[in-house]
């Protein structure tokens, strides 16, 4: 596709439950990362993926955080049992192999209630 | 460790004004900086980029230069407009990842 797509592009769901966040990155762009974006926060790193390395999660606040990426195109951020504290917008960014600039999608706004 | 600090916003200026948002970094090495624009309703998107010392990046009549002796990457524009509303975040590039300053809101008024 032309960008980043993320879906679903709002998520509102009930504490305790599981959620599922996509991320659809430009084909070729090998590096992909998830980060989270706090009400009047700068973005926070999750997790790093690059090809077919094993993936950077130093980022991830909890174990029940966790990603994938399957065939080195999608990936999915999974978030267990959310809390309130889960509420932000996740932000998924693409980079090509070689040039320094990450493409971001549009995000989804995750409201824990 | 590395980190990014840029003005607390909102910054408020009358269209054709003179803007100015301050950001300083802390790194060790010779991180790359950027400048990153999220206008309201869009995805974030690189403004411009610096990646040594004295470089200056410069997009849509924006530029800011990287100055290793101050640790400073200030973005500026000579006249702002209407449509250059919008969210502001300072980068520095730390290996893969960037860290983030806290975003600078500006708010232009015609």
């Known amino acids: 596709g032309a960008g980043v797509s993320q879906s679903p592009s709002n998520k509102v769901t009930e504490k305790g439950k599981d959620v599922e966040l996509r991320c659809d990155p430009i084909?070729?762009?090998?590096?992909l990362y998830w980060y989270r974006q706090s009400l009047g926060q700068g973005l926070e790193f999750l997790i790093y993926?690059?090809?077919?390395?094993?993936?950077?999660k130093s980022g991830l606040p909890s174990d029940r955080f966790s990603a994938e990426r399957t065939g080195g195109s999608v990936s999915t951020l999974t978030i267990q049992r959310t809390q309130q504290e889960d509420s932000a917008v996740y932000l998924c960014?693409?980079?090509?192999?070689?040039?320094?600039?990450?493409?971001f999608g549009p995000g989804t706004r995750l409201t824990v209630l | 460790g590395n980190s990014v600090t840029q003005m607390e916003g909102p910054v408020t200026l009358s269209e054709e004004a003179f803007l100015t948002i301050n950001c300083t970094y802390t790194?060790?090495?010779?991180?790359?900086l950027f400048w990153y624009v999220q206008y309201p309703g869009e995805g974030l998107q690189l403004l411009l980029k610096?990646?040594?010392a004295d470089d200056k990046g410069s997009n849509k009549g924006f530029e800011a230069t990287y100055r290793k002796e101050t640790t400073s990457f200030h973005l500026e524009k000579g006249s702002v407009q209407v449509s250059d509303s919008a969210v502001y975040f300072c980068?520095?590039?730390?290996?893969?990842?960037?860290?983030w300053g806290a975003g600078t809101k500006l708010i232009i008024k015609p």
């Open positions: 980068a520095l590039g730390s290996n893969y990842q960037l860290i």
């Open positions: 790194a060790t090495g010779y991180p790359s």
């Open positions: 084909s070729g762009h090998t590096a």
């Open positions: 993926f690059q090809g077919n390395s094993a993936p950077d």
């Open positions: 960014a693409a980079e090509p192999p070689g040039y320094n600039e990450q493409f």
């Open positions: 610096a990646t040594k």
